[in-house]
């Protein structure tokens, strides 16, 4: 299957830094990505649709200058969280969209990223 | 609204010990609904799409099959390396990028004992 690869798989950063979590899909293009954050023990909450040369759509209560996401070419979205602050700190998962070309979709998820803000 | 609701939360099972577990779901209009298993600390790996009602999909112990109401996830056999949270999410149809978004549910938590 499609291989979607996050990067840093563990990052400390202390608070009032800004950290970067970069998201690749490493054998498909992907026009639109998506960025998660679960906290322990719940499911999956989506923070923002990443849109391959536009801006990207948040949901409703994520700060989009805190969350700044950037998805510069199709095989390529990142998440910069600025001004990290301790309830910062969380698991960051993303997404991509592969398009079949039969058959609908599928979304395949990054490894995840632990962000811990000290 | 769609509404993913699955059941049970959690299911401890013996090894070889055969269950389903349950995602129902309220959508305007599916375009597809996903599976998905999530180990701890990992991100969720796919597992199987199914499109329309009937369809039934399957890998090596898992067969997952839909109805217009809800989807079953069968496992056969269980060994402990299945224990994971099993995650069911829909796409529903619409246009742009955002149509792409999946809604999941709150997973099933599976435990498989030796």
């Known amino acids: 299957g499609a291989v979607v690869s996050q990067h840093p798989s563990r990052v400390i950063c202390k608070s009032g830094t800004s950290v970067k979590i970069e998201c690749r899909s490493l054998d498909f293009q992907a026009t639109t990505m998506f960025w998660y954050r679960q906290f322990p023990k719940q499911s999956l909450m989506l923070m923002a649709t990443?849109?391959?040369?536009?801006?990207?759509?948040?949901e409703q209560g994520v700060e989009k200058d805190k969350f700044l996401i950037n998805h510069a070419s199709l095989t390529l979205s990142t998440l910069t969280v600025t001004s990290a602050h301790p309830e910062d700190s969380s698991f960051y998962i993303c997404?991509?969209?592969?398009?079949?070309?039969?058959?609908?979709?599928?979304?395949?998820f990054g490894e995840g990223s632990w962000l811990t803000v000290v | 609204e769609d509404q993913v609701t699955q059941s049970p939360e959690a299911l401890r099972l013996q090894e070889g010990e055969s269950s389903s577990l349950n995602c129902s779901y309220t959508?305007?209009?599916?375009?597809?609904l996903f599976w998905y298993r999530q180990d701890p600390g990992k991100g969720p790996e796919f597992l199987f799409t199914?499109?329309?009602a009937g369809e039934e999909k399957e890998k090596e112990r898992l067969k997952a099959t839909l109805t217009k109401k809800e989807s079953f996830l069968h496992i056969t056999a269980p060994k402990p390396e299945d224990s994971a949270t099993y995650l069911c999410?829909?796409?529903?149809?619409?246009?742009?990028?955002?149509?792409?978004?999946?809604?999941f549910g709150k997973g099933t938590k599976l435990s498989v004992i030796p």
């Open positions: 199914l499109y329309s």
């Open positions: 990443s849109n391959e040369g536009s801006k990207a759509t948040y």
């Open positions: 999410a829909v796409q529903v149809h619409g246009s742009g990028a955002g149509s792409y978004q999946l809604t």
């Open positions: 959508v305007s209009g599916l375009r597809g």
């Open positions: 997404s991509a969209v592969y398009l079949e070309v039969y058959s609908g979709n599928t979304i395949y």
